[in-house]
């Protein structure tokens, strides 16, 4: 319940803070109109200490459960049988697992589902795991919805976990709320950054298309889970050295479970992984590249800095790239290390799905694009005459 | 046989591209801000309209919200849709993804028998995408996310979904849920304006959580795992340089950039 006392002096600081805009103030005094999400924001702005959010809270015992897992991804198989390898984004969760599970004084975990995947167990331990939990099965050699629930939703009746991690991908985004809406677990979708508050996980992330960040906690149910998003999280230097306690786990998957059945599977060209959302380095052009002849050049250089290839909307809409290639909203959301834009003027659609980079570099022969506003390094001049020249210096420096 | 029976879970969202901060005191602006139909839920209501054109169908819009949300219940009727209905109930206060996900799965199972259920792959305003796969599993049915074809044969649904690295053809026995993604040449259709005034006159349902038969420490608050701990507004980037030049001196000035910033290293 939110609940306005009498020290309310109708100040109104609560007003223009609302995400939700259903503060008011009538007759001096603040009112909660309908569509409020209990969200605080409110609560955070009134010195008065007048704006209250109140729960039902009963003491909850949540002893026992215990231990930090990381819920392992691994890239399509190039042809069957083949060795399955792990995506970037299981390393980044292992290596900030690590430091959360020193911080809680509990193990880290990962849990890995699928069939010849033993030999990925000494990969996952040198990223930080203390504890491999294998299901394997030849039923779960490809990624199926219905079995990963199963499989998943098996293992945390048994072990109970405090934590659950995901790499916010399109599988992790497929899978986690399908396990939490079973388990009545809290999950946070997306998160760009973790770390512990008070013996809990706080979640942050991005909501309202980037313009706000929220800061999520679950303290009264377990385990907590949350889907981050893959070029976030810091991945550590693996340690050869390191040991991990390995648990075949046997748990009964009938092929009959699988509901979905997949008739075709197309995969991009290029190298798998390095699709522009967990690529580390992404070269993305828009409408000033013109043309597919002259688009090239990104292609280029993006090869030559082991990125991928992105687009803004205005270059998917002149068939420059194909749609999975877009960055921006109704696109991919992407976070690299860095972040060229090429071209792009910065419509606020395409700045919210990049502006998280950590280097942003935009050559543009517009002074005044929007894109300068969030580039670290604005480069102002003709990306036509540049761009070439910058592809041969690079060429030459190896 | 009976016609098939879509439902189509709608939200009404800020249009968050017109949302700015104010860099003085990080909170966002809101006055003006037009509410609108989620773009992915417009795409999936006009997936349903097709799908009732070419096969004959029923398709009711579903939303949980405030009671001006009915603007987005109207615009679904103008567009085609059949029958709308809105959860709107102080009790669901506060809901999560979660809590949301269970309302929203009572509801449908409200309506009785459905072959089909759409959603959109993610509301604007909260980015999660997890609501449909939360129904889903409410409703013990198959799910496919991330969709942008889907038809229908023989009580058989084919679609075509985006996955990591790809896309892939599936099939599946309705019913199922599938959460729509509007592929690149889509653009959102929009209602004449004789459509808009029929659509008026339409009764829209409006069901509180008792007549869902919602638990009450499932909804709301209360049914809701996770709390926000505190809004704000993101760090604000330092101001960047901007370089201008010869394109010869750019260059160079990128290759500069690169090393400084170590992404030259093998």
Not at chain 1, 316 to 321: E, H, N, R, W, Y
Not at chain 2, 66 to 89: I, K, W
Not at chain 2, 226 to 248: H, I, L, N, S, W
Request: hydrophobic share 40%; charged share 25%.
């Amino acid at each position: 319940m939110i609940e306005i006392d009498s020290k309310c002096t109708g100040c109104s600081r609560c007003v223009p803070v609302c995400p939700f805009g259903v503060m008011h103030i009538v007759d001096k005094k603040a009112q909660v109109g309908e569509g409020c999400t209990l969200c605080g924001a409110c609560v955070q702005v009134c010195s008065l200490e007048a704006v209250r959010i109140t729960r039902e809270e009963g003491p909850v015992d949540l002893s026992a459960h215990k231990g930090l897992w990381v819920v392992a991804q691994t890239l399509p198989l190039s042809r069957k049988g083949a060795k399955p390898r792990l995506r970037p984004v299981t390393h980044e969760l292992l290596s900030a697992g690590r430091g959360l599970a020193d911080g809680l004084k509990e193990e880290l975990c990962a849990v890995l589902i699928g069939e010849n995947a033993e030999g990925l167990c000494a990969e996952l331990a040198s990223y930080g795991a203390d504890k491999v939990y294998l299901v394997e099965d030849a039923v779960l050699a490809d990624y199926n919805t219905d079995t990963y629930a199963a499989a998943l939703i098996a293992l945390i009746a048994k072990h109970k976990p405090g934590v659950v991690l995901f790499g916010a991908t399109c599988q992790g985004r497929d899978l986690a709320p399908r396990v939490a809406a079973e388990i009545h677990a809290g999950l946070t979708a997306d998160c760009t950054g973790l770390s512990l508050k008070e013996g809990h996980l706080l979640q942050t992330r991005p909501a309202f298309g980037g313009n706000i960040m929220a800061d999520i906690l679950c303290t009264r149910k377990r385990p907590q889970m949350a889907t981050v998003r893959p070029n976030v999280l810091k991945k550590a230097v693996p340690d050869p050295l390191r040991k991990a306690e390995l648990v075949c786990e046997k748990i009964h998957i009938d092929e009959k479970m699988a509901r979905v059945k997949v008739l075709e599977r197309k995969l991009d060209a290029g190298h798998p992984g390095r699709k522009i959302s967990e690529a580390q380095v992404v070269v993305s052009g828009g409408r000033g590249m013109r043309d597919k002849e002259r688009f090239k050049v990104l292609e280029e250089l993006a090869e030559l800095l082991g990125g991928a290839v992105g687009a803004s909307r205005a270059a998917v809409d002149m068939g420059l790239k194909p749609k999975s290639h877009q960055v921006g909203q109704s696109g991919t959301t992407v976070s690299p290390k860095l972040y060229m834009a090429c071209g792009i003027s910065g419509a606020i659609q395409h700045i919210v799905g990049m502006r998280s980079s950590d280097v942003i570099v935009a050559v543009n022969k517009d002074p005044n694009a929007a894109i300068f506003n969030v580039a670290k390094y604005g480069i102002v001049g003709d990306l036509h005459d540049i761009l070439p020249k910058l592809v041969s210096l690079l060429k030459n420096s190896r | 046989m009976n016609p098939m029976k879509i439902v189509v879970c709608v939200k009404q969202v800020p249009d968050t591209t017109e949302v700015q901060v104010d860099p003085q005191t990080g909170t966002l602006i809101r006055a003006g801000v037009p509410s609108i139909l989620n773009p992915y839920d417009h795409f999936a209501v006009e997936k349903a309209l097709e799908l009732k054109a070419e096969h004959g169908a029923e398709v009711s819009v579903l939303t949980m919200g405030p009671p001006q949300a009915q603007a987005v219940l109207r615009l679904a009727l103008a567009l085609g849709a059949d029958r709308a209905m809105l959860l709107s109930d102080r009790l669901f206060a506060g809901s999560d993804t979660w809590a949301t996900s269970y309302a929203l799965g009572r509801a449908i199972r409200k309506l009785g028998r459905t072959d089909l259920i759409l959603c959109g792959q993610q509301a604007i305003d909260g980015d999660t995408a997890q609501v449909g796969p939360g129904i889903a599993q409410n409703l013990r049915i198959p799910q496919i996310t991330f969709c942008d074809q889907v038809e229908i044969e023989d009580r058989q649904l084919k679609a075509r979904h985006h996955i990591d690295d790809g896309h892939e053809i599936v099939q599946a026995r309705l019913p199922v849920l599938c959460t729509m993604t509007p592929p690149q040449d889509y653009r959102p259709r929009h209602p004449s304006f004789p459509r808009v005034v029929q659509a008026m006159g339409k009764v829209l349902e409006t069901w509180t959580a008792l007549e869902i038969g919602a638990e009450p420490g499932m909804i709301g608050l209360k049914g809701s795992p996770t709390q926000v701990d505190r809004v704000y507004a993101p760090p604000q980037k330092e101001k960047g340089v901007v370089f201008t030049g010869t394109a010869a001196e750019l260059a160079g000035r990128i290759l500069d950039i690169l090393q400084k910033e170590n992404f030259l290293t093998p």
